[in-house]
């Protein structure tokens, strides 16, 4: 089939058009021209210009780190940039691999990684749990939030002394920081996301007879869904500086106990190097939670494009 193509055909003379008729119907005597398009196939323009927004959304967001890097690498080179200040990337590189070679960088980045992986886990399921029951039901609302927004604002460092009094130099009060710090921003946006659903839709919902309990799983969940992600999504940030905070109690091991010995021998190429795998982490983890929300909200039309591509 060609992308479009002509048919006519002639139109029976008896047939009279009724009076007024507003459809577009033939008058006697009268051709019809029929145009069937084949949408199916994408055009060439099309296909050159979806090829060349795929290039530009891999490409364009490394130009600026990867400029920087550059620079930075010159500047330390050419003797601009005192290495005794800031290392170069190579001189980062080179302590990269000589903690890999004993084997101390991986076994770092998976501690920190099953600490953050287990301490967001239980954080998120608690703030999604608190805040469906708080969103929902308005007497829950009035006995927690103010005491949870009081919680809130407490500074993780102030917490530090009572964790080590409570629970020793353990696992625990790492994990419980983190577990903090994860909560909040996914109660405060699973709260606001229920409270801000429009009064319009569960008003549709009920005039087709949806209980309670079907109108929070098919009307109330579903709009709610992305301001709840979004507050995953920042959560996960915040649980990787909290750890930050969590791995200065008494760590032997994790990415924050490179941090704090380097800072011992002045080591400043590792807590560099420490930074930057701080910054990769938090980067893999919001690509993962914004892959996971594209997906989840692939009905979403503002997600329908993005899934596509």
Not at 201 to 213: C, D, F, V
Request: with cysteine.
């Amino acid at each position: 089939m060609t992308d479009a193509s002509l048919l006519s055909r002639p139109v029976d003379a008896t047939a009279s058009p009724a009076a007024g008729r507003t459809e577009p119907f033939p008058r006697a005597g009268e051709s019809v021209v029929t145009v069937v398009a084949d949408v199916t196939r994408p055009s060439e323009p099309s296909r050159a210009r979806a090829r060349g927004l795929s290039w530009r959304s891999f490409a364009l967001p490394w130009l600026l780190p990867l400029g920087l890097l550059f620079v930075w690498q010159f500047l330390s080179t050419t003797g601009i940039v005192s290495t005794a200040i800031v290392p170069a990337p190579s001189d980062i590189w080179d302590a990269a691999q000589q903690l890999a070679e004993r084997g101390e960088l991986q076994h770092d980045i998976l501690i920190s990684l099953r600490r953050v992986a287990i301490g967001f886990s239980i954080g998120a399921l608690g703030g999604l749990l608190f805040g469906l029951a708080v969103g929902l039901f308005e007497p829950l609302h009035d006995l927690f939030d103010r005491s949870l927004q009081m919680i809130r604002t407490i500074p993780h460092l102030a917490l530090v002394p009572l964790m080590i009094l409570w629970f020793g130099i353990g696992e625990e009060p790492r994990l419980i920081l983190v577990a903090m710090g994860s909560l909040f921003p996914v109660y405060i946006n699973t709260v606001g996301g229920i409270c801000n659903v429009d009064p319009k839709l569960i008003e549709l919902g009920k005039s087709y007879g949806l209980g309670r309990a079907e109108l929070v799983w098919s009307i109330i969940l579903p709009a709610a869904l992305q301001p709840i992600l979004v507050g995953m999504r920042y959560a996960l940030g915040v649980a990787w500086l909290t750890l930050v905070v969590g791995e200065t109690i008494a760590s032997r091991d994790g990415v924050g106990y490179l941090v704090q010995n380097a800072r011992e021998l002045l080591r400043i190429d590792i807590i560099v190097l420490a930074i930057i795998l701080y910054a990769i982490a938090g980067w893999l983890s919001d690509l993962i939670t914004r892959l996971i929300e594209r997906r989840l909200l692939r009905w979403h039309p503002n997600y329908a494009d993005r899934v596509k591509a």
